[in-house]
C-alpha cells in the first residue's frame, strides 16, 4: 500500500510575509488530517521561514532545485547539506522549467538526484514529454530515454528513496491536465520500466506523482487510477484553500 503524496511547488512565488501567511493557512487547515504525506517546495529563500512554522506537525519540507557538490566555489548554487541543514527531507529534480529555461539535461539531472540520495533528501525527479512529442507518438520513449538518463547507474537501494512525478509538458500551468486515463497509461509504463530495471518490490512501493494542474476538481479522478500516487500541484499550491482542499480530495 503506498501512501498518497501530495507536494506543493511554489516555484519563484513568495516574499516571508506571503510564505508565513500560506504555510499558517495551510498548517491550520491540516491540523490533525492524516493518511496523506504533504510536502512544502518554496523558494530557497523561505526555506527556514516555512520550517520553523511546520516542524511541530506533520508536513515535510522540499527544496526546488540543488546542485550537486557538497560545498565550494559555486557562486549561486545550493547544496544538499545546505538544504538537510533546512529542514528539507525533499528536493525535487528535473522540473521542466529547470530543463527549458536553464537547459537541465538527464546528465545534469542524474547528478542531483544521485546528490541528494547520497545525504538522505528524497529527490522528485521528474519526467514528461512535450505537446509535439505527444502528438508525433513518441510519449513513452521520451518518458523511457529521461528515466534512463536520470536514473542511471542506481542501485535498487538508492530507488527505494525515489519519487518519481510525470509531469506533461503541455499540462504545466496551462489549466489543461492530462486526463485520467493518459496519466494511468504514463504511471503504468513507468512502474513497469522501474520492475525491469530495479525490482518487482521496488516498483511496488515507488510512489509516482502526476503534475500539471492538478486543482481541487480533478484529484480524485486521477487518484482513482491505480498507478497515481499523489500529486505535484503548482499554481494551486499557492492558495491555502486550493491546496488543502486537493490534500483532503486525494483520499
Ligand atoms: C508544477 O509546477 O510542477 C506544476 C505541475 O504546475 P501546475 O500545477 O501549475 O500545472
Redesign the pocket.
Known sequence: MRKPLIAG?W?MYKTSDQAVKLTAGIKAALKGFEGVDVVLCPPFTVLSTVYNIISDIDIQLGAQDLYWEKEGAFTGEISPIMLKDCGCEFV?SG???RRKYFSETNEIINKKVKAALDVGLKPIC?VGETLEEREAGKTIDVIKTQLTGCLAGFEIGDALNLII?Y?PVW????GKNATAAQAQEVHKFIRTWIAENFSQGVANSLRILY????KPANIKELMNEEDVDGA??????LEASSFVEIVKNSI
Open positions: 511547488n516555484k525535487i522540473h521542466s522549467e521528474c512525478a509531469e499540462a504545466i500551468g496551462t503534475g500539471g494542474s492538478v505535484l500541484v503548482g499554481g494551486a499550491s
